[in-house]
């Protein structure tokens, strides 16, 4: 079974570091485009940046970058979203989700598997 | 502010049909690029329930549609069921943002 398995729920405070995971399993990890999706509470789907597991290439949505960096470790097929500053306006569900279409990064493609998401509570 | 624009709820009876507008412009899906269909049930992940305008993945009733004109797309739900009730988002790439979108988001309830 394809699927993407997300790190737990965490309560942090402000001003704290934090890295969440996603971890894909059932297909060739390394050759899908993972991207990141943010959802406030009551608030719609934000599409925050993409990864590529193979060699760490990453683009970030200009509403996020130097707010977040992304990373990848093919040898356990994960990667990983992080913070080194976080605030209460990043408490959220972090979604990851992969692009349809292995290798070259197809605009046009959907998000075909999404991970189950993962809850960051920022909170003094 | 997304940059594609939804209604923010429709709503139906049992058994009718609705239809979920996505509003774009020239640089995202009047340029060329697909635009799919994610539905959110309440307390879950989004699952794509449209790619490419009007492909339905497998598993997806052929209750569900999708169609594009123009700038515009169209998701439309026919033989409304209660288990419909979600909130449904479409999607896109943009290239004077160099980034995928997505729409603002609309929540269907079935009355």
């Known amino acids: 079974e394809v699927q993407l398995v997300q790190s737990g729920a965490t309560l942090k405070k402000p001003g704290q570091s934090l890295k969440i995971s996603c971890s894909g399993s059932g297909y060739e990890f390394e050759s899908h485009w993972i991207a990141w999706v943010r959802q406030m509470p009551g608030k719609g789907l934000e599409w925050m940046g993409i990864?590529?597991?193979?060699?760490?290439?990453?683009r970030l949505s200009p509403s996020f970058q130097g707010q977040v960096s992304f990373s990848a470790d093919k040898s356990i097929r994960t990667v990983y979203l992080q913070w080194h500053t976080l605030r209460t306006s990043d408490s959220a569900i972090y979604y990851c989700a992969r692009l349809l279409g292995a290798g070259v990064q197809d605009y046009g493609a959907p998000f075909d598997i999404w991970g189950p998401g993962t809850v960051v509570t920022v909170s003094s | 502010q997304s940059v594609l624009t939804q209604p923010p709820s429709v709503s139906g009876a049992p058994g009718q049909r609705v239809t979920i507008s996505c509003t774009g412009s020239?640089?995202?899906?009047?340029?060329?690029?697909?635009v799919h269909w994610y539905q959110q049930l309440p307390g879950k992940a989004p699952k794509l329930l449209i790619f490419a305008i009007s492909h339905r993945p497998s598993g997806v009733p052929d209750r569900f549609s999708g169609s594009k004109s123009g700038t515009s797309a169209s998701l439309a739900i026919t033989g409304l069921q209660a288990d419909d009730e979600a909130d449904y988002y479409c999607?896109?790439?943009?290239?004077?943002?160099?980034?995928?979108?997505f729409g603002s988001g609309t929540t269907l309830t079935v009355l």
């Open positions: 999607q896109s790439y943009d290239n004077s943002l160099s980034g995928y979108v």
């Open positions: 990864v590529y597991p193979e060699d760490s290439d990453s």
């Open positions: 020239p640089s995202n899906t009047g340029a060329g690029y697909d």
